[in-house]
């Protein structure tokens, strides 16, 4: 497992509940995130893994020839170029999201696949979740109709971590991302369960979109209020509008909008809104279904309950 930080401590639990799995290396530039993935693998009553300590370290791991899969946790400018690294070394790969952050990373990664015939898989958690899972049974069995419009989203109100120099990213690599980019940084979430649902690569393609960001507003106004208005954070300047807006048509005809926004004070929300010929059904920021012929009103809270237990995935039967 490489990059030991808020998400790649979890990942070391995680992985431990799998039986199957022998986590041999943990890796990261800093001694202290190694140590406490080991306390997670004694806690799990697994066995202590080799510590790699260091920013190139991660390749003595990829050389090893008792590895079978590397897990990357990183932020994101290190998932492509770790994952090319990997495959390059006979390793099959899982990135947390997203795989890549430029289409020339999205290009290297799949040539490198196919090349080298390892496996990369990007790890979108939420396409797993309940709710989605049983809707995108739904859709499949035909209980929406014909799927016409979806609607994800990633509004999650991360400026406190942003800021946080100690306990916040590592080098504040998220807001070095709010500085110097614009649009959707962090589609998959909302996207992943709702391409699903549309078979996007199973019958369907996007064919076009159309990306629309407000301004910043808010990152500025949440600085000037915690640092001052003379601060620093408070005054540079940040590329990434707060609401990013996009709109995507498919080849057989579909729409899908899809959001995101990390610097409001919202509730969270990631939508999932799929809307068909024969019903509908969201998850934020409460979850409802409607069916013909009533498509005007919501399920009830016991009908809902029962839908969805009947249409449980066999995934969610089987794994819980
Ligand atoms: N799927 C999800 O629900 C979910 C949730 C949270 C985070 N994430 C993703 O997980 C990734 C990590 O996010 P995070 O919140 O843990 O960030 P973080 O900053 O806490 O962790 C990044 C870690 O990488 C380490 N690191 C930096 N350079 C390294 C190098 N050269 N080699 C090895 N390690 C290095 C840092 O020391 C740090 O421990 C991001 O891609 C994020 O988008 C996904």
Redesign the pocket.
Known sequence: I??????????VERLSFIAETKIVAL????QA?VDSAQKTLERMGRPKADG?I?????KEVCERNDIDLIY?????D??AP?AVYAMEHGKHVA????GAISVEEAWQLVNTAERTRRHMMM????VYDFFEMATLNMAQKGVFGELVHAEGAYIHDLRW?LFDEKN????M??LKHNELKNGCL?P??GLGPVAHALNIHRGDRMEYLVSVSSDQFGLTAYAKEKFGDTSSYATRNYARGDMNTTIIKTENGKTINIQHDVTSPRPYSRIHMLSGTKGFAQKWPKKGIALEPNGHSYLSDAALDSILKVYEHPIVTEIG
């Open positions: 490489v990059g030991l930080g808020m998400r790649g401590q979890g990942a890796v990261d530039v800093r995130n790699y260091g920013a190139e370290s991660y990357v946790c990183t932020h994101w290190l998932h770790i990135t947390e999201i997203p790890l979108e958690n939420c971590l916040g990213y590592w080098d690599w998220r962090y998959m979430h």
